[in-house]
């Protein structure tokens, strides 16, 4: 096998992974009008729920003996047993212990999902997305400074 | 900066086996993409180029050109091909999702003239795809 040179290039492994699990948005520190107001039908007493679609990104050096970032059965059963047995066909809100506390917004929902991820041991885990439904999606990728469009400022200030 | 991205698709045919590895080890690293006989996809194609509209056309890029180089470059070369025997770039890798992008890369980048080749994303089915882009340019 060819050994892959330092080429300047980066690639990403991108994985898609599906779970449907229910939820309800309801904040103890609101009040019911509060909570009513805020979140709308979300709010709803006996939750909802949603056909989750998780994506997870990783990048590593590829392996020249297997072609691959990271082989597909060790990142499937990490993530099945990381993530997916414990949300799919959950409610969030009741059995997993994260979100007692926390609202299970997707936004929170991809931090955790990232925390849980990111001890994957055999690449670096990039980000994840999380589709809540085909409108809505979320990003994570731990705390790291988001970069600001090439030029954008300058352009606007020149006008 | 504006990204255009062109969707193209391919089918093709692969195998993972590394010559270097026992009958035994193989099938254990690859699974069924061991099998002797090999198998397919249908590929999906998502070629981003970054750069600043021309003023006179409106374009990043002439997408009558990009079509044309994605035809002569990546279909006549993959598409109803096997990529182990058939595509020499690929010869001594693993033609895996992340291999075949990256060669994807190399055989564009140096050919697109207008904008600049900023991702090429290939999807092996939509629930498993590899992205190459130039380092720290994410």
């Known amino acids: ?159 | 900066m504006v990204l255009l991205t062109r969707k193209i698709e391919f089918s093709a045919s692969h195998r993972y086996d590394n010559p270097a590895l026992s009958a035994e080890e193989n099938r254990r690293v690859f699974g069924k993409c061991n099998n002797p006989h090999g198998h397919g996809h249908n590929y999906t194609l998502e070629v981003t180029v970054a750069g600043e509209p021309d003023p006179v056309t409106g374009m990043v890029v002439d997408l009558s050109e990009l079509k044309k180089l994605l035809e002569r470059e990546v279909m006549q070369r993959m598409d109803h091909r096997h990529l182990n025997e058939e595509v020499p770039e690929l010869a001594g890798q693993i033609p895996t999702c992340e291999n075949v992008a990256r060669v994807i890369w190399k055989l564009l980048d140096p050919k697109i003239t207008q904008g600049k080749l900023h991702r090429v994303r290939l999807y092996e089915s939509p629930d498993l795809f590899a992205d190459c882009c130039r380092n720290g340019a994410a």
């Open chain 1, 1 to 159: 096998m060819n050994a892959l040179a330092h080429d300047g290039l980066k690639v990403e492994l991108g994985r898609r992974y599906h779970f449907a699990a229910a939820h309800r948005l309801h904040s103890a520190r609101l009040s019911e009008a509060e909570n009513s107001r805020l979140y709308g039908k979300c709010n709803n007493p006996h939750g909802h729920g949603h056909n989750y679609v998780l994506e997870v990104s990783l990048s590593g050096d590829i392996d020249p003996a297997t072609g691959m970032i990271a082989n597909l059965a060790d990142l499937d059963g990490f993530v099945q047993r990381e993530v997916l047995e414990a949300f799919d066909h959950r409610s969030l809100n009741d059995e997993v212990p994260e979100f007692r506390e926390q609202v299970p917004t997707t936004e929170n929902l991809c931090i955790e999902i990232y925390r849980r991820l990111r001890a994957f041991p055999n690449a670096k885990l990039e980000r994840v997305r999380v589709q809540e439904t085909n409108n809505n999606s979320f990003e994570y990728a731990g705390e790291r400074e988001i970069e600001a469009p090439i030029n954008a400022p300058q352009e606007i200030g020149a006008r």
